[in-house]
């Protein structure tokens, strides 16, 4: 499934996050899993993901490991 982790557009549904690629060629893989609630809006900051709920409350899940992926 691809979602949006612009800060701005809602999650259209509940997600166990682990790992997700933040463009086509870089992978995060976080500490944790987060679950991501309908209506959080995630964003990529400095080494980890930022999870806002719609209420305003931020939620900070460090990012574990990340790299490139190489393509031929």
Excluded: K, Y
């Amino acid at each position: 499934m691809r979602i949006d982790f612009d800060g701005l557009t809602p999650v259209p549904r509940m997600l166990l996050l682990s790992e997700f690629q933040l463009n086509s060629g870089f992978q995060v893989v976080l500490d944790r899993s987060a679950f991501v609630m309908v209506g959080d809006r995630v964003s990529p900051e400095g080494g980890a993901v930022v999870v806002t709920r719609p209420t305003g409350e931020l939620r900070r899940h460090p990012a574990g490991n990340s790299h490139w992926i190489c393509r031929r």
